[in-house]
């Protein structure tokens, strides 16, 4: 079976899929299990629930106006949705529009600004956000995307609001907006830095950029040893007598004053060293960059030299390579990702490596990611029968020690046997092949590079007899000691160059007629005529001896199961699945699947 | 006075507060460990009253995928996981089952906590009547909300209390700190990346929010099942979605 064969075989295929889709399934505007707008089987189909009426159309879901998809906006949430059939949407209580949410100005996404927090999400949910919170909202189209939208939150000004109630003169660290009404009044005239005017009963004063426990406020809140975390805030603060946050945690700075009097920026704090070696003395932690605010727990963490809280390092420690030691490559910064070390997968998992499906992508192998978030390794499974891989890269870093990232990479695989091509068939962007030898001889190949090869391999096993025989011999090998360029002789195929399971256990049927199609395996499948030679004693034999140099195919002559051409054969059966004779990823061996016949008669 | 004569009047004291405390427990009217009965405070009564069942539905629905009784589910780990957006198909993107899943879930709660919130409310009048009040109620509608960190549970019943002066009380609410409002929202994006996209990635959502975990099990039929869950109090929202499932080899057909 040539490559141009290998093609039609696959087009084939793809074709009678699409067509058997086509003519069999209706569509069900909700199924017997509940789910809406589903193309399935006429029984699937639910036609009505009490006094409802459910459609059934004899087409595709997409050709029907009942199941086609738009947006569902949820007004009370103020929220959008796309791909979402219409009777879903408004059994369920939200307004259908048929448009896609991009095009439907009240579900543009945009930044909401609520208080010190922003939020990517619609403007009409923004507004909703603004009823719960109590608080004024803005919401900004021209910030195009979450990450910048939460990048640049603008907290608002906050300083000391000292409040003075003739007996008492307390603090209270908040914004402007929030001192104004701390004395429970409305109006007034607020002069930065200066006395708001007072009301009757407690006068209260804003000092921008200002602690409470700045000694010319004269309040009662006084510096303290005492630390803490704060909600949505990454560093470790001081805490004054009155409860209030004061800067970022710095044992150096405990005792100066003016720490405690101006309020100061954690970019302007003492910087925490990559591998939280000062820990215990600054609590700048940055969440980025793999730490955070937390409890001091014995043997979790650094003890702080002065509090209760430290920069708690984020990194994992993972036994990826199972020799129950943490080696030094195997501790994870956070937000890392890598591939899972699991039998039968590839021992490499850089995109450009080419897995021998002798020993990688065996049967019942898959793939695994692990992801390294807040001291915590979890594990994601690829998509199962290899029809996902999991590809790793490094970022390189200004420090030197690089990141790690990796991907549950799709594998397009069912292309390959389409490509007749090297260049095509090799083109990562589009597919996950790789070209190998097929084993069959060029159908124009010459005869006297019939001859030739014919010769070289006649010559090559009387000398190398017993070499040659075993099976861990590589075709790159003989090729070698061939001296030969395969591309000379032999037709080459593009195969998948990750191996995908299949569920060989089942018949390759199609679920509606029950016949039986084509499977993949088959794709190998050869017949190859080698000429014979009866002995003395009149038994006809075909050994490499007698396939001398007049006579043709010395290359398929089977001797003891061990040869070139099963060898290569063998290649392109691993290559195209699950095929051929092999170890699963237990490394329990399969079954015999290898049948190369012999007749006699042509 | 020796040691041993020490010990032995130590041991004797010892035993005789240990038989103290046991008569007290035995004799004694044991304290009442029922509902609060602060009739001052009618909601703290109907929230400790309802807190089990709610607590214990809360945590059904968010391993459920927002649905107490799913018709369309994918079972992991023993629980019936509703499918937020499914496609039947190989190769499709799929369509969404749960657009509202927020008010979804507040239609499930209300009607998962119609019973015991009534037998609250009649151990409610029961107990005013108890005190001595003359009481008249008159049962209104329930709305539970999300919200941003809390669940409301609001009754519309009027109390009319008639004891020497007649008091009224038109609204009584519980509120029960819980994120889940926060964690539906992050589903849903979930949802709209499987539905526009046929994946979604995890890590994102974990940079964005420091105290989300994002888990992704990917099943071998096409399922996907997400896991998300507060690192602070361990809250878990889960759901499945099936969308641009591959099928093993090139199998034909349906699942």
Redesign the interface.
Known sequence: MNNQHISYVASFFLVLTFLIGLTSAVCCEKTVDGNWCQNAEQDQCATNFGATEYKVAPTSCDQTTFCSVGTCIDTNQGKCIDNTAQRTCQEQGGVWDSRNSADIVQCQLGCCRIGEQSSWTEQANCKKLATLYGVETTFRLDIASEELCIATSEPRVKGACVLDSGIERTCALTTREACQTLDGSNGGTYIDRFEFEPAEGVSTSFYEDTLCTDETLGTNCARSEKTTCVEDKDQVYFVDTCGNIANVYDASKVNDQNYWSDLIDPVDSCELNANLGNAARCGNCDYISGSICAAYERGENTKPSIGEYVCQDLSCSYDTNGNNEIDSDEVYQHGERWCAIAPGINKDFSQSYIPNPREENLVGSEYYRLVCYNGEVTVEPCASYRQEVCVESTIETPDGVGFRNAVCKPNLWETCLGQTEQEDCEDATLHDCRWINSGRLKPDLSDEHGQELNEKINRLYDMNREVVERRDVSTNMIEGWLGIDPETYFEFVCVPKYAPGYEFWEPQTTKQSGEQVTDMCSVANEVCYYTTADDIFGQTTATIEDCGKDEGNCHCVPVDDNWYWLALKENMCLSLGDCGSSVNYLKVEGGDSWDVTRSDEL | MNTKGQVTIFIIIGVLVVAAVLIIFLLVPRLNTGPATDSANPSAFIESCIMGDLEDTIVTLSLQGGQLA???YYVFENNNVG?T?????YYK????????L???IEKELAEALSDVSDTCFSLLQQQYEDEGYSVSMDLGETQVSL??KRIVILYNHSLALTKTDTRSIEEISVVLNNNLYELV?IA?SI??WE??FGDAQ??PY???Y?DL?V??????E?TTIYMLTD?NNGNTFQFATRSVA?P???????P
């Not at chain 2, 957006?85 to 198909?89: H, L, Q, V």
């Not at chain 2, 993107?93 to 509202?100: A, H, R, S, W």
């Not at chain 2, 888990?215 to 071998?220: G, L, N, R, V």
């Open positions: 799913p018709t369309s499918y957006c499914y496609t039947n198909e993107t799929c369509i969404v089952q749960q657009p509202l927020h008010s979804q919200l941003p929202g849903l949802t709209k539905s526009n995890t890590t974990m940079d964005l420091r975990k888990e992704k099990k990917k099943q071998s096409g690192r591959w093993p080899g090139l199998a034909v057909g349906a």
